[in-house]
């Protein structure tokens, strides 16, 4: 049986992190404001990873662990589902945060700065993110048939990737804005360092509550869906018409699906 302090599952929880702080790093070799149509490519990737991640590593191991309901076998999947949507809409209620090239703040109102705001947006949509590893990873240590350790390896790449662009898509403006680099770079990296965190208090919960595996997966994919969908999706949408956030968009989504299945 696998330990929470096995080597494999520290390197697990912290791959997606090494992603974000990579993606930060490009902050040192940022010469110019990054440009609208990469910003909108790499918030396409990220969606399409995401929501790749959420239906195979996520939703369909859900329903698999409940297949002995026949017909019904998607309910649990489909509260969970529903539940991490409604947390998430709480998170974005109560937490104030400004996301990338918007104007006006979300949430209640507060006096942080803007840097401030845009790295709690960041931060706000790596929790999802740092909930769906550690409930797979959480699944793996309890012995659970349908999920595999290639299978859980493979999301953590998978949001490693994402998180790449992310990281990226919070330091440079941060940069661009007159932010010191190194500052810059800590505030990329600051906003992933929740995700090994979550993740890791994830596993020492979901280890007391085995038999709601399946709500917890599909609880995951329902808040990493709603990050898409309320602001991945918008931002690489927004502007003059372009085509590269959905090409991108399908890169990311395909790319994920090849990794689950390949390493699954």
Do not use: C
């Not at 998978?158 to 190194?182: D, H, R, Y």
């Not at 994830?202 to 595996?213: F, N």
């Amino acid at each position: 049986m696998l330990k929470i302090f096995d080597i494999n599952i520290i390197l697990g929880l912290l791959i997606p992190f090494f992603g974000t702080a990579l993606g930060s790093a490009g902050v040192f070799f940022m010469k110019n404001q990054m440009s609208k149509g990469i910003q909108r490519a790499l918030t396409g990737f990220a969606s399409g990873v995401m929501v790749a991640a959420s239906i195979w590593s996520l939703l369909i191991p859900a329903m698999d662990q409940t297949e002995d309901m026949g017909k019904l076998a998607f309910l649990p999947a489909g509260i969970g589902f529903l539940l991490g949507i409604a947390f998430l809409l709480l998170l974005d209620s109560v937490i104030p945060h400004l996301h990338l090239n918007a104007e006006q703040a979300e949430g209640p109102r507060a006096n942080f700065k803007k840097t401030t705001m845009m790295v709690l947006a960041v931060t706000l949509h790596n929790i999802p993110e740092g909930m769906a590893v550690g409930v797979v990873f959480a699944g793996l240590l309890s012995g659970n048939s349908t999920i595999t350790a290639g299978g859980a390896l493979a999301l953590s790449l998978g949001i490693a990737i994402q998180n790449f662009p992310e990281g990226a898509i919070i330091s440079m403006p941060l940069k661009a804005e007159g932010k010191n680099t190194l500052k810059a770079f800590g505030s990329g990296v600051l906003s992933g360092a929740v995700e090994p965190l979550g993740a890791l208090l994830t596993i020492l919960a979901a280890g007391l509550v085995v038999p709601l595996m399946p709500y917890l997966l599909s609880f995951a994919a329902g808040a990493m869906m709603y990050v898409v969908v309320e602001e991945l999706i918008p931002e690489m949408s927004e502007g003059e018409h372009s085509n590269i956030g959905v090409i991108m968009f399908s890169v990311g989504f395909v790319l994920m699906m090849a990794l689950d299945v390949a390493l699954g």
